[in-house]
T-cell receptor, first 111, second 114 residues
Framework: SQELEQSPQSLIVQEGKNLTINCTSS?????LYWYKQKYGEGLIFLMM?????EEKSHEKITAKLDEKKQQSSLHITASQPSHAGIYLC???FGQGGKLIFGQGTELSVKP | EAQVTQNPRYLITVTGKKLTVTCSQN?????MSWYRQDPGLGLRQIYY???????DKGDVPEGYKVSRKEKRNFPLILESPSPNQTSLYFC?????????????FGNGTRLTVT
């Protein structure tokens, strides 16, 4: 959906490098989810952010929601082949039960 | 094990033949939703349910029906499937509403309509 834009659409990095994926909205987010998906498989929940300025980390992955709650970034430190997959952000805009997802960022990590 | 279970995982059918994709969760979640995923279009919400007997349209509801007679089940019904409904479908559930608790996804159902 154009309400939620992810960038870049695809990314190829060398193993050990850091990378950042962005998720941007023109409207205020009430909640922001990050998921990882192996091609054609289910979505694995990574993190959920709700408050402006909130930052969460899990292993080598850190996600942050900006103060205005319109942009989130996902940062991977020292990437590994196991990090490869499609990363999706999903957002609640306070429209009841509607959840919008970005188009995803396909990450490849070269050994 | 807490999970969202979809069946079948793969389904090939012909145009016009009614089908149902089942979705069940064992986490006592109030919220359930269906998505379809297509290349270049990402995940799009079909229908969602905030609780039993409450369902609402998402962004792409045309050609689909749902029901929520029990808390744990949220089947997706295609009364007369067409080739443009060929897609990867995901069911998801959350404890309460959206944006406040994590959304858990099933493993997906790959549907092909010929």
């Amino acid at each position: 959906s154009q309400e939620l834009e992810q960038s870049p659409q695809s990314l190829i990095v060398q193993e050990g490098k850091n990378l950042t994926i962005n998720c941007t909205s023109s409207k205020t987010l009430y909640g922001l989810y990050w998921y990882k998906q192996k091609y054609g498989e289910g979505l694995i929940f990574l993190m959920m952010l709700q408050k402006g300025g909130e930052e969460k980390s899990h292993e080598k992955i850190t996600a942050k929601l900006d103060e205005k709650k319109q942009q989130s970034s996902l940062h991977i430190t020292a990437s590994q082949p196991s990090h490869a997959g499609i990363y999706l952000c999903g957002a609640d805009f306070g429209q009841g039960g509607k959840l919008i997802f970005g188009q995803g960022t396909e990450l490849s990590v070269k050994p | 094990e807490a999970q969202v279970t979809q069946n079948p995982r793969y389904l090939i059918t012909v145009t016009g033949k009614k089908l149902t994709v089942t979705c069940s969760q064992n986490m006592n979640h109030e919220y359930m939703s269906w998505y379809r995923q297509d290349p270049g279009l990402g995940l799009r919400q079909i229908y969602y349910s905030m609780n039993v007997e409450v369902t609402d349209k998402g962004d792409v509801p045309e050609g689909y029906k749902v029901s929520r007679k029990e808390k744990r089940n949220f089947p997706l019904i295609l009364e007369s499937p067409s080739p443009n409904q060929t897609s990867l479908y995901f069911c998801a559930s959350s404890l309460v509403g959206t944006g406040r608790t994590p959304l858990h996804f099933g493993n997906g159902t790959r549907l092909t309509v010929t």
